[in-house]
């Protein structure tokens, strides 16, 4: 059974960048299309960004321009990268397979940006 664990979230302020990195085992990886997700408190969780297994990409208006996420299937990793961290950026990240299934969330890596 695929395993995924988050890491790279932490503190920072507006306008910075963090890099989220999903590690994933167990499974084929490169079989996969993965899909990083948020939660803030109160609110429901909702898809940031996804890749497929060919390499194509979608992303949530909110984080267009702001956002990349990638993939190295040598590394059995999928990224995140956010630029221009905004307060609404807080949450919980967490990554997953698209379409998501429940046995594969994991932890999460929590981002908080404040001043």
């Known amino acids: 059974q695929l395993q995924l664990v988050e890491s790279g979230g932490g503190l920072v302020q507006p306008g910075g960048s963090l890099r989220l990195s999903c590690a994933a085992s167990?499974?084929?990886?490169?079989?996969?299309?993965f899909g990083w997700f948020r939660q803030a408190p109160g609110n429901q969780r909702e898809l940031v960004a996804g890749?497929?297994?060919?390499?194509?990409?979608t992303y949530a208006d909110s984080v267009k321009g702001r956002f990349t996420i990638s993939r190295d299937n040598a590394k059995n990793t999928v990224y995140l990268q956010m630029n221009s961290l905004k307060p609404e950026d807080t949450a919980v990240y967490y990554c997953?397979?698209?379409?998501?299934?429940?046995?594969?969330w994991g932890q999460g890596t929590q981002v908080t940006v404040s001043a």
């Open positions: 167990g499974g084929t990886f490169e079989h996969y299309d």
């Open positions: 890749i497929t297994v060919g390499g194509s990409t």
């Open positions: 997953n397979t698209r379409p998501p299934f429940t046995a594969y």
